[in-house]
């Protein structure tokens, strides 16, 4: 059977991943296949991430704010069937967005969520604000270490996911990867980069060939840099109240890196059609041979794209309730949770944002206005709290 590395760079933007400037994410992208165009569920790392394990969207995992719910009892993880398939599975996380308490734990033999208090002393999973969060994280050189000394222990199939948190705030790269980065956030992309290359490097000289191993990188969002990348939009940009994520949907944060290489995938292929994470669970249980989800998964297999054919690109949903955690301090008391649909299809590239519970809906023409900074706003009451008012 073949052993499953699931690797998560958390905080990275696509347009980062993929300036060149990376070169253990470029590696990857040889050895496999790259969707450009790879949109997240979520803006925030519990709710992505449970995407991802589940190929579910939040609304039907069950994880929809950033502290208040758990994983549904009646969803299946990723880990739990390869468990059930006879892997043994192990993960190495690396921040309170991935606590056991969210369910993330399910399924794995071994889960190693241990991370730091916060400078004060506090415990920062009871902590709302996403910026300070970031404080409490274990560093990349320990996640590597520590997920290439289980994978090291595994005399059979194994499925490793290993979360790299270090491109989150406050952006303090302790060593310089990167020369030519242009801000210290690209510093702590290339210093997790470089650390992701370590254990892929250990794994090969512990007897696990890249090429015998099914390898998936992504990241579960991007982040907002307030001004240091043309489609920024938050802090003097006009919207205040986002921390680096979490309150809008644009592509800042929704347009993710994807890559998956291994047995089966295409090398050096980029794909441009529009894909979610919400597909990556049911893509690694074909690549594996497993049966799919019986429950009828949100996502869909990628696999369609390794044909000699070019499927369709696919619609893309994101949402986001962080803003009325973000609300509860009487700062920003008008603010609403959001939802949106990306729609691609061949030059044609759309967005609509609407709010849940409020008038405003926004539509952007991405191919024209790629930076999502002159969309067209329109005002039609939404009565179905659930779904765009159309």
Request: hydrophobic letters at 35%; aromatic letters at 8%.
């Amino acid at each position: 059977m073949t052993s499953l590395v699931l690797i998560s760079l958390d905080t990275v933007r696509a347009d980062v991943a993929y300036s060149g400037k990376m070169p253990g994410i470029e590696a990857l992208r040889r050895r496999g296949t790259t969707f450009r165009q790879a949109i997240s569920s979520a803006p925030l790392t519990p709710i992505s991430h449970a995407s991802v394990f589940t190929g579910l969207q939040p609304a039907r995992h069950g994880i929809r704010h950033l502290l208040r719910e758990q994983l549904r009892p009646d969803t299946t993880t990723l880990a739990e069937r390869l468990q059930a398939a006879g892997y043994a599975t192990g993960a190495v996380v690396s921040c309170p967005g991935l606590n056991r308490w969210y369910g993330m734990d399910r399924g794995f033999g071994h889960y190693d969520d241990e991370i730091p208090r916060l400078p004060d002393g506090s415990d920062p999973l009871t902590v709302n604000d996403v910026k300070l969060r970031g404080l409490a994280l274990k560093r990349a050189p320990l996640v590597a270490d520590r997920a290439a000394a289980w994978a090291e222990r595994q005399e059979g199939p194994f499925f490793l996911f290993a979360h790299f948190f270090d491109a989150h705030w406050p952006y303090e790269p302790p060593e310089d990867f990167c020369p030519g980065a242009a801000n210290p956030y690209e510093g702590e992309v290339a210093y997790s980069d470089h650390y992701l290359q370590l254990l892929l490097r250990r794994l090969e000289e512990a007897g696990h060939p890249l090429d015998d191993l099914l390898v998936v990188c992504f990241s579960d969002h991007g982040e907002d840099l307030a001004g240091w990348y043309p489609n920024d939009h938050s802090g003097d940009l006009g919207h205040p109240y986002e921390e680096g994520h979490g309150c809008l949907l644009f592509d800042t944060t929704q347009h993710v890196p994807l890559i998956v290489g291994g047995p089966g995938v295409p090398r050096g292929r980029e794909i441009t059609e529009q894909v979610r994470l919400v597909d990556i669970a049911p893509t690694v249980l074909e690549l594996l041979g497993l049966d799919p989800y019986k429950d009828g998964p949100d996502g869909r297999s990628l696999t369609e794209f390794f044909g000699e054919q070019t499927p369709a690109a696919r619609p893309a949903y994101s949402e986001t309730y962080h803003p009325e955690e973000r609300r509860s301090d009487g700062r920003f008391p008008g603010l609403l949770p959001l939802a949106s649909v990306r729609l691609c299809e061949g030059d044609s590239r759309q967005k609509v944002i609407w709010q849940i519970g409020g008038d405003r809906v926004e539509q952007y023409d991405l191919a024209a206005d790629p930076d999502e900074l002159h969309g067209s706003t329109v005002s039609s009451r939404q009565d179905d709290e659930t779904g765009p008012p159309w």
